[in-house]
């Protein structure tokens, strides 16, 4: 086995196939016996993205923690007035609370999160509670463990018809109980599915395809106080069954018990996945110029989430490194495993599976300051033919900066955007990965990580290789693309596996130059 093989199968855990849900590593239960309108208790750690959403003076509604950085729970949360002319200021969001009466919950304390922003769907109606549905941005990021886990949250619109088939959900919160009164302790109760044309009946209330009715037939029933929490149900997802939010609780009869509505997620999907990837954009990718106009793509023709710049470099018939293509010349990737003095050849259009074109490479141009694996480990591959774009193939994004100052402005801000994307092998295999505290990473072998590197957590089953691009997705106008951001150098597993990614934009005066001569 060659060196390179050695770092791509350690690198990474074994993979195939596409990601639909916004946290690839989520909804799992930890399992620990301790389930609103006559519900149950729930059991400890069986709701670990469980989020109670307060002010300083009152408790509002339920939620659930879907990232390290965003709660989402029902848009009438925020409303502090009937017609939600005012809003609820200095909002908190506390995760790994059970029993609101104690501090301490089975020797596990709560976190309580500041609200940094709150998304309200634009077209939530307050009368009829259509669009109720918000995301609360976290002022700090959230650490996951035992008792703080996100739920899944579906994002592939293709699956709405299979979701649209479950009959029995979960609710939870912290709502009102048969006594009148919110429960201190978290609740749970089992409710099905009703048509929505027989719920009107029930509520009277009319309802569109963004709601789902649900109830027991009994004075079960999610209740006041509820608001905001999830309904879920077990998915398959990845090896495992996944507790998978379908729902938030929306609002009912006045009497509660008997059914109540939710907003439908599977029709809020874009919304979540945009504001959620968006939210900080203008950190990544500011209005600029770009090194290549071309890598921007209507949303028609990219064909869903592809990767038309990954690119795969090649001596011989072996494949040993990965690459993205910047430019009609020019393919970017890491320097470790090139060799200065052989035949080597780029292919693009791979992952597609039945597009495939080969270039070869005319000069390779690596860092000056390459010498070993940890530092300026980047290089640029220039090849002999002009690469000629299609929706299969095309380049990534990257910034134009001339001014010194500018550029460090704009590597200040892409320096504070914390979830991005890295894309590993197969077709759309992809997960989201976080920022890690670059102090703590990678302490074997005495390294040490420089400003010109990125650490993040290693990706849950995923794999990847040398070169394997950390990306950011984002809409400019009306076309959408993805700039890069990294390149996969080294990493290791331990308890907390962690990668360490090359940091593009520190190169950028490095790469203009080439790319423009």
Known sequence: MTAVEVFIVLFGFLSHGSSWMLEEDCGEIQGVEGRILNGVDAKILHNPWMALIKTPTEFLCGGTLITRRFVLTAAHCECSNKDCTKKHTDITARLAEYDRSTLVDFGLTYEDFPVEKVYAHKGFVMRNHQNDIALLKLKGIVEYKRQIQPICIPLESRKKSGMAKIMKFTAIGWGKTQSGTNSDVLQTV??????????????WEGLVDSQICGGTGTKKDTCTGDSGGPISSSVYYMGKWRETQIGITSFGPSQCGGAAVYSDLMYFSDFIEQTVMESDITVVLPKLQFLDAGCLATEASTGGKSFPWLAHVYMDAFLITYGTLISDRFVLTTAQF???????????????????????????????????????????????????????????????????????????????????????????????????????????????????????????DLNLGSGSPLVRSFKHGGSEGFTLVGLASFGRHGPRPQDVYTNVLSYLDWIRPLVKQ
């Open 190 to 203: 089992e409710i099905n599915r009703i048509p929505n044309e027989d719920c009107e009946n029930i509520i």
């Open 338 to 460: 090139l060799p200065e003095n052989a035949p080597l050849e780029v292919r693009l259009g791979k992952f597609s599976g039945s597009y495939e074109v080969t270039h070869k490479v005319k000069t390779l141009h690596k860092h000056p300051d390459f010498v070993r694996l940890a530092q300026n480990d980047i290089a640029l591959i220039e090849l002999k033919s002009v690469v000629k774009y299609n929706n299969l193939i095309r380049p990534i994004c990257m910034p134009s900066l001339t001014d010194n100052k500018e550029q460090q402005m704009f590597q200040k801000k892409a320096d504070q955007a914390d979830r991005l994307r890295v894309v590993g092998w197969g077709r759309w295999a992809s997960t989201m990965v976080y920022r890690a505290n670059s102090s703590e990473c990678y302490q074997q072998d005495h390294q040490e990580i420089g400003d010109k590197q990125i650490c993040v957590d290693h990706p849950y």
